[in-house]
């Protein structure tokens, strides 16, 4: 019994080892100016900070991997949540949306905020800066209420 447990041991730890080689690409899609959030509409600089320290990692081509996105499988995880986030939300291609998405997205932005869904608490556990106030939501939803009306 001892000597097969060695050998299960052996294996998950030569395993792990294995999928360390197998990394995926770090960089960052470019940024065209003139098509993020910003060329569209005024972010005041309280926002800015807002999404900065919370959305930008998941919903920006401005991704900053952390040391734990270069251990496998945690890595392929957070590939998985920036590839999705970008997919349904990217604030770096913003002006390429249809005036229609662009208000609903700024809609969605103050109900997910609101309801506690973003940033994922799978972010936050690590991210603790990125955990939002009651005074921040409120001023996400402010500015996308005003913004949104305008679209």
């Avoid at 770090?26 to 309280?46: C, F, G, H, M, Y």
């Avoid at 103050?110 to 990125?130: D, F, N, Q």
Wanted: hydrophobic share 40%; proline share 5%.
């Amino acid at each position: 019994m001892k000597k097969i447990f060695k050998i299960v041991i052996v294996v998950i730890v030569a395993g792990f080892v294995v999928i360390q080689l197998f990394q995926f690409d770090k960089s960052n899609p470019a940024i065209v100016q003139a098509e993020t959030l910003e060329a569209v509409v005024a972010v005041p600089s309280d926002v800015k900070i807002i999404l900065g320290k919370a959305c930008n990692d998941c919903h920006t081509n401005n991704t900053r991997y952390p040391w734990y996105s270069y251990i496998q499988p945690s890595g392929w995880f957070l590939k998985d949540h920036v590839e999705h986030g970008r997919e349904h939300f990217n604030m770096s291609k913003f002006a390429t949306y249809d005036p229609n998405k662009q208000a609903k997205r700024l809609e969605e932005i103050c109900e997910e905020v609101s309801e506690g869904k973003m940033p994922l608490p799978s972010y936050t556990w690590i991210h603790r800066e990125a955990v939002l106030t009651d005074t921040e939501k409120k001023a996400l939803c402010d500015w996308t209420a005003s913004v949104a009306s305008r679209q």
